[in-house]
């Protein structure tokens, strides 16, 4: 490489020619592919927006005018750009940044965004701030047309568009969210796109920008050439970038929606270095739920733009058919969709992951739980792990099981899930969540239970003196916590919890005639959590409660046996713990 080891800052480009720029590009991809193919991240949004982030830097001064990036999904060239080659580089630099942007690494990035929608509230602001303060910068956001399905860029555009002053939204168009794109505002992108930005109907006019079409969004020269035309402009102007999702690698240009992220590769062949092979939950609940609508035509499931997270690829959509359906990047929408769906008489599952439910609390609470209606919510992914501080899933429990109505479950065996999903869809009494396990675990002498039958918990094993009342993921945590107590001499009673919303009050009087000490684990954060309802139980009696689970806290990329060690959450720990007290 040749220009991309003499960039440190975007001062470094100012006086590069279209030649060297073009060369600059194509070392980009390079570096990005490298950092992807050796610890995965986000592949085709930044192949696709390297000559974006090229020209940008080149007209622009950031950090004096701001870019937003809306996701970060595009950002690594913008973090090469400025100062953080070496995050793409070498894989000691690799572990020193994060994917997404964050102002602790740069001054060049003014956010920590890793969901998506937000990046034109947050320039809109920035610029509201400016000219308060009579400043004079811009203000850029860039985001991209699988942005616009989500409720809070829509809204950022309205309000942007009547700010009266300098902001630049760039709308990165490269027909794609992470899989297909849905929802009626993208045939205005199509008729956009076909009429090359002269169509008489335009979104984007209509809310009163500005509007450039830019047809060659990877041409370098055409895009020097409109940015410089827009820069300082004095009201809000709207860039409509055509770009290729993938530029640049084959596979990414072919597979789009493949490649929008991966793990490691090998770059030569596109193959995955990590074995997704056996069992796992996403199969199973899909089988499930497909023998489901075979038989009753009435259930249906909804996804809010994420269908690779369930592993729902273009061929099970295809199989699905008129019962599936893609809302959209739009998680809000979504809890409201299948609220209203259970109302009409269906049975509609909404898949969502634990970091992204976090949109959803007032859909939850008013358009689902104060209604009753019978919808099923499944939570992927939720529990304590070492994912960067954007894509958290510790904060679910806390948040839905402390909302009046809704039944949230959390299973620990394969059988249980199916049991507590099947009687999700068919009951009529209550929304139910249920948290989709982490591990594959089978109990082949399983017993249906009625759910019905509100917060009553599973007795596992019978003892005294300590209980352990070990819920969802954390079922073999329980199992080995009670086997090294059990080496103490001491014999521990196990419990289920099965519902993470409420207190079995008859088998906690219970416990108090032979135990003196009750355990609560649990994958998630512990304030708000599940723990605490047992231990205000028990606050006013002898029966002392230790609490296991993650502090309230934002961590970025921590190991999970580290996390563990630090939340006490090893065996090993919780025992030393438990002998403590007693």
């Given at each position: ?216 969004g990877n041409d370098l020269a055409t895009l020097l050439n409109v940015f410089k035309k827009v ?241 969802g993921s954390f079922y073999s945590l329980g199992k080995e916590v009670a086997s090294l107590l ?66 309230k806290e934002f961590t970025d990329r921590v190991p999970l046996e580290e996390l563990y060690k ?17």
């Amino acid at each position: 490489m040749t220009y991309i080891e003499k960039i440190s800052s975007p001062e470094d480009i100012k006086n590069l020619s279209i030649e060297e720029l073009t060369s600059l590009a194509s070392e980009i991809r390079e570096a990005v592919l490298n950092r992807d193919s050796l610890i995965g991240g986000h592949v085709g949004p930044n192949l696709g927006i390297v000559e974006v982030a090229i020209a940008l830097h080149k007209v622009f001064n950031s950090p004096t005018d701001k870019i937003v990036w809306d996701v970060s999904h595009q950002c690594y060239p913008h973090k090469i750009l400025t100062g953080r080659k070496e995050g793409f580089l070498t894989e000691a630099g690799m572990q020193e940044i994060s994917g997404y942007t964050n102002p602790d690494e740069s001054k060049h990035d003014h956010f920590k965004i890793g969901h998506t929608s937000t990046a034109v509230s947050l320039a809109t602001g920035l610029a509201k701030a400016r000219d308060l303060k009579n400043e004079t910068h811009n203000i850029i956001a860039v985001l991209g047309d699988g942005s616009l399905s989500g409720g809070e860029a829509l809204e950022g555009l309205s309000n942007a568009a009547v700010l009266g002053s300098n902001i630049l939204i760039i709308l990165n168009d490269n027909e794609m969210s992470i899989a297909e794109n849905h929802g009626g505002l993208y045939h205005n992108l199509r008729t956009l796109r076909s009429t090359k930005g002269t169509a008489s109907d335009n979104l984007f006019k209509a809310l009163g920008f500005n509007y450039h079409y830019v047809e060659e969004g990877n041409d370098l020269a055409t895009l020097l050439n409109v940015f410089k035309k827009v820069k300082d402009c004095t009201s809000p102007t709207l860039l409509h970038i055509r770009t290729l999702k993938g530029k640049g690698y084959p596979f990414a240009e072919e597979n789009k929606e493949r490649w929008h992220w991966s793990v490691p590769f090998n770059l030569q062949d596109g193959t995955p270095k990590i074995s997704f092979e056996g069992e796992n939950f996403n199969d199973i609940t899909y089988n499930f739920l497909n023998q489901k609508i075979k038989k009753d035509p009435s259930v249906v499931i909804v996804n809010a733009g994420t269908p690779g997270v369930f592993g729902l690829t273009e061929e099970r959509r295809t199989a699905l058919g008129k019962n599936y359906v893609d809302v959209g990047i739009a998680e809000e929408h979504g809890v409201a969709f299948t609220s209203a769906l259970a109302k009409g008489g269906c049975k509609p599952v909404f898949m969502v992951m634990s970091s992204f439910v976090q949109r959803t609390y007032d859909q939850l609470s008013q358009d689902l739980a104060l209604n009753k209606n019978p919808a099923v919510i499944l939570v992927a992914w939720g529990g304590i792990s070492g994912a960067d501080m954007t894509h958290l899933c510790t904060f679910d429990i806390p948040l839905i099981s402390n909302i009046p109505n809704l039944v949230y479950l959390a299973p620990q065996t394969v059988e249980e899930y199916l049991d507590m999903l099947n009687w999700g869809l068919e009951q009529q009494e209550h929304p139910v969540v249920i948290r989709m396990p982490k591990s594959v675990i089978h109990n082949p002498n399983f017993k249906s239970f009625d759910y019905e039958k509100l917060n009553t918990y599973d007795v596992q094993q019978s003892g005294q003196k300590v209980a352990i009342i070990s819920a969802g993921s954390f079922y073999s945590l329980g199992k080995e916590v009670a086997s090294l107590l059990e080496e103490k001499g001491i014999h521990p009673t196990l419990i289920n919890p099965r519902y993470l919303t409420g207190l079995d009050v008859d088998l906690l009087e219970k416990l108090k005639e032979n135990h003196s000490l009750v355990l609560t684990l649990e994958d998630g954060e512990l304030d708000g959590g599940f723990g605490e309802k047992i231990s205000r139980f028990y606050a006013s009696t002898p029966i002392k409660t230790l609490c296991f689970g993650a502090f309230k806290e934002f961590t970025d990329r921590v190991p999970l046996e580290e996390l563990y060690k630090k939340y006490h959450l090893t065996p090993e720990q919780i025992v030393q713990d438990a002998l403590n007290i007693l």
